[in-house]
T-cell receptor, first 115, second 117 residues
Framework: GESVGLHLPTLSVQEGDNSIINCAYS??????FIWYKQESGKGPQFIID?????DKRQGQRVTVLLNKTVKHLSLQIAATQPGDSAVYFCAEAKKKGSTLGRLYFGRGTQLTVWP | GAVVSQHPSRVICKSGTSVKIECRSL??????MFWYRQFPKQSLMLMAT?????????EQGVEKDKFLINHASLTLSTLTVTSAHPEDSSFYICSARTGTGITDTQYFGPGTRLTVL
């Protein structure tokens, strides 16, 4: 379901380290998941998605892991850079026929990368 | 990649006036667009789903007469905040659905910062 957080969880990492951002989703019927990156004052930017028939998907410097048993999603960022500093949101959705239903967003995590 | 634009990026208006925000899909056709509202340090709240050629579907608690949505073409949806008041000040973001089947996903616009004085 949808959750609106009042306080964003935060994650601070040193430049060059790997980052892991976690997300717990609520609807076991969800079959599509997306990670978005939102920089201050901007709209969310698509990073990577994964469907429920997969448990891992890799992109450029990012990997998404899906554990349907515990309804957990994670985003791993390799060699984190200062430009990765942003709020990261996970979103879940369910397909209706061939079309995705609405997205339900998680609370978001503020990632801060320090030199 | 799929690009979604919004105009204006910032708007300041007086209380009681109406403000129109445009959302355009620049390189794809979007039969469905979505309007979200976001308060500082909070997640995105879906306001309504806009379908081309039909009435928008509003989320519970969103006043349809206050937030007018028009989706007249496959590349343009507009949100009009009527008789705006200071409590309507927020960051409004639209998104557009890219297609059907395996490639169906949502891309977001850059957002519009509305300040009502």
């Amino acid at each position: 379901g949808e959750s609106v957080g009042l306080h964003l969880p935060t994650l601070s990492v040193q430049e060059g380290d790997n980052s892991i951002i976690n997300c717990a989703y609520s609807n076991s019927a969800s079959d599509y998941f997306i990670w978005y990156k939102q920089e201050s004052g901007k709209g969310p930017q698509f990073i990577i998605d994964i469907r429920s028939n997969m448990d891992k998907r890799q992109g450029q410097r990012v990997t998404v892991l899906l554990n349907k048993t515990v309804k957990h999603l994670s985003l791993q960022i390799a060699a984190t850079q200062p430009g990765d500093s942003a709020v990261y949101f996970c979103a879940e959705a369910k397909k209706k026929g061939s079309t995705l239903g609405r997205l339900y967003f998680g609370r978001g995590t503020q990632l801060t990368v320090w030199p | 990649g799929a690009v979604v634009s919004q105009h204006p990026s910032r708007v300041i208006c007086k209380s009681g006036t109406s403000v129109k925000i445009e959302c355009r899909s620049l390189d794809f056709q979007a039969t469905t667009m979505f309007w979200y509202r976001q308060f500082p340090k909070q997640s995105l709240m879906l306001m309504a789903t806009s379908n081309e050629g039909s009435k928008a579907t509003y989320e519970q608690g969103v006043e349809k007469d206050k937030f007018l949505i028009n989706h007249a073409s496959l590349t343009l949806s507009t949100l009009t905040v009527t008789s705006a008041h200071p409590e309507d000040s927020s960051f409004y973001i639209c998104s557009a659905r890219t297609g059907t089947g395996i490639t169906d996903t949502q891309y977001f616009g850059p957002g519009t910062r509305l300040t009502v004085l």
